[in-house]
T-cell receptor, first 117, second 111 residues
Framework: GAVVSQHPSWVICKSGTSVKIECRSLDFQATTMFWYRQFPKQSLMLMATSNEGSKATYEQGVEKDKFLINHASLTLSTLTVTSAHPEDSSFYIC?????????????FGSGTRLTVV | GNSVTQMEGPVTLSEEAFLTINCTYTATGYPSLFWYVQYPGEGLQLLLKATKADDKGSNKGFEATYRKETTSFHLEKGSVQVSDSAVYFCALSGSNYKLTFGKGTLLTVNP
């Protein structure tokens, strides 16, 4: 079945530094990638949607200059948290969709636990 | 806009008990409906889905039927196991292919 690899699975960084999270579709073409943020014991909040080769579309209230999303190929999307602060600490999850072969299917990565100290 | 309302947890059951987690939705058009499961510290795994009215999704003993008349997609399992302990999310995808999630229901199954 479809597999999405997300890493790192956890990362600790100092306040003010930037962190990059990668999301790769291993056996299908991810025409669309979704990035979510999840706070403890809460649901997933969609941050942005990106289509391969296009700029990401951010949800209301999400700072696009802080959360940089790149989707340069059909198998890789990255989320960079720039100038991270403790309030950015969270669980980030990516999801990929193959809009051609399986438009109704969504495959999730295993998530990245970011802690900013 | 689209929305999903699911039963607030936590839900605690004994092994072999019957499980129901209620889920209702509001959406325009004909959404697809999903149940996802999340184990601690992990991403989401698709449990089952249904793409049109009256479809029944099933997997690992779990079932849910897409009821358009009641806008519901309740999750059921006849006999839960300790290994079913996790957070369950109901979700829908609309015409824009974005997933809208419910708040999640924590299920704990005791031996």
């Amino acid at each position: 079945g479809a597999v999405v690899s997300q890493h790192p699975s956890w990362v600790i960084c100092k306040s003010g530094t930037s962190v990059k999270i990668e999301c790769r579709s291993l056996d299908f073409q991810a025409t669309t990638m979704f990035w979510y943020r999840q706070f403890p014991k809460q649901s997933l909040m969609l941050m942005a949607t990106s289509n391969e080769g296009s700029k990401a579309t951010y949800e209301q209230g999400v700072e696009k200059d802080k959360f940089l999303i790149n989707h340069a190929s059909l198998t890789l999307s990255t989320l960079t948290v720039t100038s991270a602060h403790p309030e950015d600490s969270s669980f980030y999850i990516c999801s990929a969709r193959d809009g051609i072969a399986d438009p109704g299917g969504y495959t999730f990565g295993s998530g990245t636990r970011l802690t900013v100290v | 806009g689209n929305s999903v309302t699911q039963m607030e947890g936590p839900v605690t059951l004994s092994e072999e008990a019957f499980l129901t987690i209620n889920c209702t939705y509001t959406a325009t058009g004909y959404p697809s409906l999903f149940w996802y499961v999340q184990y601690p510290g992990e991403g989401l795994q698709l449990l089952l889905k249904a793409t049109k009215a009256d479809d029944k999704g099933s997997n690992k003993g779990f079932e849910a039927t897409y009821r358009k008349e009641t806008t519901s997609f309740h999750l059921e399992k006849g006999s839960v196991q300790v290994s079913d302990s996790a957070v369950y999310f109901c979700a829908l995808s609309g015409s824009n292919y974005k997933l809208t999630f419910g708040k999640g229901t924590l299920l704990t199954v005791n031996p």
